[in-house]
T-cell receptor, first 112, second 112 residues
Framework: EDQVTQSPEALRLQEGESSSLNCSYT??????LFWYRQDPGKGPEFLFT???AGEEKEKERLKATLTKKESFLHITAPKPEDSATYLC?????????????FGKGTKLTVNP | KAGVTQTPRYLIKTRGQQVTLSCSPI?????VSWYQQTPGQGLQFLFE???????NKGNFPGRFSGRQFSNSRSEMNVSTLELGDSALYLC???????????FGPGTRLTVT
């Protein structure tokens, strides 16, 4: 069964203090790994798709990387507006199903 | 461009009742997925519809059902509500089935 584990559960940073969020996964036949951002009271917002080990994607202060077992979301010089819950999901290919399996997220708080 | 809309935003029901939630996808999007989000289990896939056909289904009991109409609007129904059904129900749409989905704000269901 596909599984996604995110760590840490919560992370507090000072503005400008760079760090990384981890997403470990087990999946049979990875079709893709995805990062979302979720603000309180809102649905998740799509950030990145990674398809193969070694791939990297960047968007503003965020950079996502992928290995065969895990993905990292690097946050460089974060600002308070980066505070949100970051969700990781994998899409495998089990018996013809292409459903997404999500981790429980990392709640990031960036203090000014 | 209008986003995904979900109605109602908040709902309180009693155990044993049934409930219907509605989702209007982004104009032109033909795929709609439903998710249940709880603090304990995180985001869990319920089902996905494309062109009025259910493509995928998650591991939820038969009390959870859904459908999609010819205009791509979708509804999900939960019968014989249980306390554990209290959750945020999220709908997401995409032009074609895939993980680059746009989420709605969700319907917060409370079962008492």
């Amino acid at each position: 069964e596909d599984q996604v584990t995110q760590s840490p559960e919560a992370l507090r940073l000072q503005e400008g203090e760079s760090s990384s969020l981890n997403c470990s996964y087990t999946v049979s036949g990875l079709r893709g790994l995805f990062w979302y951002r979720q603000d309180p009271g809102k649905g998740p917002e799509f950030l990145f798709t990674l398809y193969s080990a070694g791939e990297e994607k960047e968007k503003e202060r965020l950079k996502a990387t992928l290995t065969k077992k895990e993905s990292f979301l690097h946050i460089t010089a974060p600002k308070p507006e980066d505070s949100a819950t970051y969700l990781c999901a994998v899409q495998g290919f089990q018996g013809g199903s292409e459903k997404l399996v999500f981790g429980k997220g990392t709640k990031l708080t960036v203090n000014p | 461009k209008a986003g995904v809309t979900q109605t109602p935003r908040y709902l309180i029901k009693t155990r044993g009742q049934q409930v219907t939630l509605s989702c209007s996808p982004i104009s032109g999007h033909r795929s709609v997925s439903w998710y249940q989000q709880t603090p304990g289990q995180g985001l869990q896939f319920l089902f996905e519809y494309f062109s009025e056909t259910q493509r995928n289904k998650g591991n939820f009991p038969g009390r959870f059902s859904g459908r999609q109409f010819s205009n791509s609007r979708s509804e999900m129904n939960v019968s014989t509500l249980e306390l554990g059904d209290s959750a945020l129900y999220l709908c997401a749409s995409s032009f074609n089935p895939g993980p680059e989905q746009y989420f709605g704000p969700g319907t917060r269901l409370t079962v008492t």
